[in-house]
């Protein structure tokens, strides 16, 4: 399964634009990228996901390099309510049982500060 | 719909005793699956299912039992609670292999 690198931690102002970035340099053709944020102890929700093209929905932006190795979480107008853990995976992908299995990291714990 | 629900919301156990952690979904998913969280630490895989009948395990299923007789239930058993097992156990269903995974509120277990 294709490992995720995120950095531990980022700061953001409130209403600026919240950059978060991934690296997975071993992804495979079939497998997609997806973003999952935890807020303090509550269960992860989902955000986004894509394969290769820019993804976009009203909670956030997903930008995947062409070469696939790695993507970046945009948040547009972040809020304090935004501050969480973010997760980002890669789908295990494949046949079988398996397949769709989320494998977190550690991710990255997003302070949005006023 | 209540979505993904678990019971109990804390749990104190002793070491070596058991216990079955709950969960429901009522959004008719197929997949279900519980994880483990200990402190600063992402989520771990313990055990899946792909449909009633079916389950498997996942990165840490020691000391863990799952089984899935309706769609609605995915009950997690702890069979002799030891110390290792402290943490926030979450389950989660979702439609299809690749779909969005819902995750329940947490159960946080603590074995003394």
């Known amino acids: 399964d294709a490992k995720t690198t995120q950095p531990p931690s980022m700061d953001c102002a409130e209403g600026r634009a919240a950059n978060l970035p991934c690296n997975h340099s071993?992804?495979?053709?079939?497998?997609?990228v997806y973003w999952y944020r935890q807020i303090h102890s509550q269960g992860p929700q989902y955000i986004i996901h894509?394969?290769?093209n820019n993804e976009t929905n009203e909670m956030a932006s997903l930008i995947i390099t062409e070469d696939r190795k790695s993507s970046t979480l945009i948040l547009p107008h972040a809020t304090l309510r935004d501050t969480a853990v973010y997760y980002c995976i890669v789908r295990v992908g494949g046949y079988g049982g398996s397949q769709g299995n989320l494998i977190f990291g550690k991710g990255t714990k997003l302070s949005v500060k006023p | 719909n209540a979505g993904v629900t678990q019971t109990p919301k804390f749990q104190v156990l002793k070491t070596g005793q058991s216990m079955t952690l709950q969960c429901a979904q009522d959004?008719?998913?197929?997949?279900m699956s519980w994880y483990r969280q200990d402190p600063g630490m992402g989520l771990r895989l313990i055990h899946y299912s792909v449909g009633a009948g079916i389950t498997d395990q996942g990165e840490v299923p020691n000391g863990y039992n799952v089984s899935r007789s309706t769609t609605e239930d995915f009950p997690l058993r702890l069979l002799s609670a030891a110390p290792s097992q402290t943490s926030v156990y979450f389950c989660?269903?979702?439609?299809?292999?690749?779909?969005?995974?819902?995750f329940g509120p947490g159960t946080r277990l603590t074995v003394l």
């Open positions: 894509g394969l290769k």
């Open positions: 071993t992804i495979s053709g079939n497998e997609y």
């Open positions: 989660a269903s979702r439609y299809r292999a690749l779909n969005e995974q819902f």
């Open positions: 959004m008719n998913h197929e997949y």
